[in-house]
T-cell receptor, first 116, second 106 residues
């Protein structure tokens, strides 16, 4: 079974631009969650999508948004990029939604975004 | 204050040593995860626990729900175990600890 894939793996943008990252979950998984990892803040939850609906959102500004398609693939978008958005963005997929409890998460390799 | 406290933050060991990493949390949880992150960035799920103890090869994870504490043990450590180990719990989202950076030298 193929694992979680993320594209692109590396991205360089300039301040003010927008970016779209993609995550393809493991086949059959309906939940996709997104995380930001920075040296200063560590890993932080961005949002989760389950069956095309956003179930939960972390404490991030509205510039961060996402969506999920009927095949469970998910995209996240960051508009008006700031220097502080430079980070590793990870997605994870699982069979059920995070609030469902005992639910193993499978992580993708991440997209490293650099904002200049 | 982080809702998940890990200790130690950094750990250096000689090959063959027994390693323990601790994780404490403050709320009732449905599951606790132990994750491994290598320098390339990808994260691998090592264990998911809701009670008791699990073992996979040289890795052992335990959890005490009443005390809100979990430990990850590595027996006979090896240089390839060098990585960052992160504990996380899930409620309606994953809340992560700050990680423990482990370096094992030959």
């Amino acid at each position: 079974k193929a694992g979680v894939t993320q594209t692109p793996r590396y991205l360089i943008k300039t301040r003010g631009q927008q970016v779209t990252l993609s995550c393809s979950p493991i086949s059959g998984h309906r939940s996709v969650s997104w995380y930001q990892q920075t040296p200063g803040q560590g890993l932080q939850f961005l949002f989760e999508y389950f069956s095309e609906t956003q179930r939960n959102k972390g404490n991030f500004p509205g510039r961060f948004s996402g969506r999920q398609f009927s095949n469970s693939r998910s995209e996240m978008n960051v508009s008006t990029l700031e220097l502080g958005d430079s980070a590793l963005y990870l997605c994870a997929s699982s069979l059920a939604y995070l609030g469902g409890g005992y639910n193993e998460q499978f992580f993708g390799p991440g997209t490293r975004l650099t904002v200049l | 204050k982080n809702e998940v406290e890990q200790s130690p933050q950094n750990l250096t060991a000689q090959e063959g040593e027994f390693i323990t990493i601790n994780c404490s949390y403050s709320v009732g949880i449905s599951a606790l995860h132990w994750l491994q992150q290598h320098p390339g960035g990808g994260i691998v799920s090592l264990f998911m626990l809701s009670s008791g103890k699990k073992k996979h090869g040289r890795l052992i994870a335990t959890i005490n729900i009443q005390e809100k504490h979990s430990s990850l043990h590595i027996t006979a450590s090896h240089p390839r175990d060098s990585a960052v180990y992160i504990c996380a719990y899930n409620t309606d989202k994953l809340i992560f600890g700050t990680g423990t950076r482990l370096q094992v030298f030959p």
